[in-house]
């Protein structure tokens, strides 16, 4: 999945970026790994992406080539990985999202989503738009705004913050922009106005 532009398709140390997360047992996850059978929420400490069965299925219904069956995680041919923006507004969700998600798996259950913004390193991936990473480390969480928040809003924070106690939690969304600077896409040269082609968002 291609975050726009990616003629800069590695960078050396680290970037921060936001994203959404769904909540589910009190546990952040992306969105796409709520499709595996092995699920695996992101570390209090640091997660480390891995390539997950609804990838490797996709592929094979392809027929993808050799290339993309033996590959790094987070590389260019790989689409798993821990993914980010460079702004919340190039995620393609909006904050109604917040609200409720149904599960994938089971359509008789939702799920509560919640922003916050992550570090990513190792093999790193990047676009105009976003990146993947191999490594994250999650840097902050964002309240949702009142009229966003579902019923057992509190009840959910609790459980993360015993979950993750060592991330930083933040009122609005511009406070922890001010506390955690996203990297910028110029920062890692690229130029405005490049187009993203295929929001991924795993």
Known sequence: ????????????????GAR????????????????????????????HARHIDFYEQWRSSIGADERFRVHRVASEECMCGFHAAFDINDTGISLPALRRIVHPNDHDRVVVAIRGMIEGFGTVTVGSLGFRSSRARVKALVHSPQEFRADDYRETVRHLKARYPDVPWYDTWGLAREAVPLTTPKELGFSSGSVLHDRGFA
């Open 1 to 16: 999945m291609a975050w726009g532009n990616t003629t800069v398709p590695f960078v050396a140390g680290s970037v921060i």
């Open 20 to 47: 959404y997360f769904v909540v589910d047992d009190g546990w952040l996850y992306g969105f796409m790994e709520l499709h595996n059978r092995d699920r695996m929420p992101y570390s209090p400490d640091i997660s």
